[in-house]
T-cell receptor, first 111, second 109 residues
């Protein structure tokens, strides 16, 4: 399967814990996006990488959130000191032209 | 007011009916996307439009740039079309997308 993959698919954590999600984009895609989707809403943009450079971050991305894309390949999104409001689906997408290809998402539940 | 508004939020149809989902946006765009999301989260791109009309099988998407409006039509709807349909716009900055809330379509046999 050469699509976008995300791990883990599901994560349950206690408030205050740190979590890290991984996204493996389609290999030739230089653009990578993270989005967050809460129940009943459309996805919201979090951050964008072109190769290894993080070029844009949303105001939604508080200081507790950090994302990396070392060597321009896979990306990680870390949330420190999780809060219940962080419960959401975290989606990764990659692209080279105008189309984005989405991964299956990581569903986070913070208890 | 959201930058991308979809209507209706929920739509129930009988198999075979013609479906229309509408999307209005308030910002300048370089392209508009229609996406399909099934339960469990996976999002699939259906169309990308910057003008006119596109057709793929039973799906048709149109866009009116002057009126900042797009429609997604499904002809001869089928229960397997049941999903959330999301409109998203590319504002021209890094191709990042701004999404509507989605339309939950249920097609009953």
């Amino acid at each position: 399967d050469t699509g976008v993959s995300q791990n883990p698919r599901h994560k349950i954590t206690k408030r205050g814990q740190n979590v890290t999600f991984r996204c493996d984009p389609i290999s030739e895609h230089n653009r990578l996006y993270w989005y967050r989707q809460t129940l009943g809403q459309g996805p919201e943009f979090l951050t964008y990488f072109q190769n290894e450079a993080q070029l844009e971050k949303s105001r939604l991305l508080s200081d507790r959130f950090s994302a990396e894309r070392p060597k321009g390949s896979f990306s990680t999104l870390e949330i420190q000191r999780t809060e219940q409001g962080d419960s959401a689906m975290y989606l990764c997408a990659s692209g080279m032209g105008e189309t984005q290809y989405f991964g299956p998402g990581t569903r986070l539940l913070v208890l | 007011k959201n930058e991308v508004e979809q209507s209706p939020q929920n739509l129930t149809a009988q198999e075979g009916e013609f479906i229309t989902i509408n999307c209005s946006y308030s910002v300048g765009i370089s392209a508009l996307h229609w996406l399909q999301q099934h339960p469990g989260g996976g999002i699939v791109s259906l169309f990308m439009l910057s003008s006119g009309k596109k057709k793929h099988g039973r799906l048709i998407a149109t866009i009116n740039i002057q009126e900042k409006h797009s429609s997604l039509h499904i002809t001869a709807s089928h229960p397997r079309d049941s999903a959330v349909y999301i409109c998203a716009v590319d504002g021209g900055s890094n191709y990042k997308l701004t999404f509507g809330k989605g339309t939950l379509l249920t097609v009953n046999p």
